[in-house]
């Protein structure tokens, strides 16, 4: 809202931390009242809290013959949160654009929403050394 008030023209995408276990559903609804496009920052996170081998993902995954990562994509494209997956294998890239033949049913949207602990699986923007540390990244660029 401090970029929309004070600038001439509004973001048109904001790109946030969003992923199964940091869900951005309030955020989102902010975002989307603003007419701000929401693109997720990590929607694997970066592989954190064993992301590939959670059980209810793999247990989705295996229902529709799919990975954990295309449940992930295609879980987040059916929320409308756009997605740039990136991986460095050629294996990886294809099966990432491979998310256009299936789609999750309310019963998987529900169960991967259990997942959501609402806090980042990266910084804690409370933790003072955190944000110092963060004030001087960002001078250091
Ligand atoms: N705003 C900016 O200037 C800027 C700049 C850079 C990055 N970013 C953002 O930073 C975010 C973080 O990117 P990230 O790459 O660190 O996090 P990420 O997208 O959450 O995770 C990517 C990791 O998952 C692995 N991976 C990709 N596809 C996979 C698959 N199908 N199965 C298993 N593993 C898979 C990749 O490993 P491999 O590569 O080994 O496959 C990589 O280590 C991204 O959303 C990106 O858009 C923003």
Redesign the pocket.
């Known amino acids: 809202m401090d970029l929309i008030v004070h600038n001439k023209v509004a973001p048109a995408v904001n790109?946030v931390e969003t992923?199964p276990f940091c869900q951005q559903i309030e955020s989102q609804k902010f975002l989307v009242e603003n007419k701000i496009q929401i693109e997720?920052?990590?929607?694997?996170?970066?592989?954190r809290n064993n992301i590939?081998s959670n059980e209810l993902l793999l247990s989705i995954a295996a229902r529709h013959h799919k990975?954990v990562?295309q449940v992930i994509l295609r879980w987040l494209i059916q929320r409308e949160v756009v997605a740039?997956?990136?991986?460095?294998?050629s294996e990886?890239i294809a099966?990432?654009f491979d998310v256009f033949d299936f789609e999750l049913d309310t019963e998987d949207m529900n169960a991967i929403a259990t997942l959501d602990t609402k806090t980042s699986s990266f910084f804690d923007h409370r933790d003072p050394a955190m944000v110092k540390l963060l004030g001087q990244a960002k001078r250091n660029t």
Request: no cysteine; aromatic share 14%; charged share 25%.
């Open positions: 790109q992923h997720s920052w990590g929607p694997f996170a970066e592989g590939f990975s990562a740039i997956p990136k991986s460095v294998r990886r099966e990432n």
